[in-house]
């Protein structure tokens, strides 16, 4: 029988570790949070927009089918 290899999240002593390494975590954790939330909200008001328009190309108008975009290399 296999085991699965689950990797276990590591544990970390905050109050353990020095000043300086604690603060550039948690400043790490607060610039990724920061940078998830801007994200979830932009996703949000894609979803909310009736119309979505890219370099003059829509994409998406109400109550149609969403259309695809590609991006063209210019040479």
């Known amino acids: 029988m296999h085991k699965k290899n689950k990797k ?18 948690i400043k790490e954790a607060k610039k990724n949070l920061q940078q998830k939330m801007a994200e979830a909200k932009l996703w949000q008001q ?12 829509t994409i998406y108008r109400e109550n149609e089918e969403l259309n695809g975009f590609h991006i063209r290399n210019k040479v």
């Open 8 to 25: 276990k999240p590591k544990k970390l002593g905050l109050l353990e570790m020095p000043n300086t390494e604690r603060i550039k975590l």
């Open 46 to 57: 894609l979803l909310e927009a009736e119309n979505l328009t890219i370099n003059g190309n």
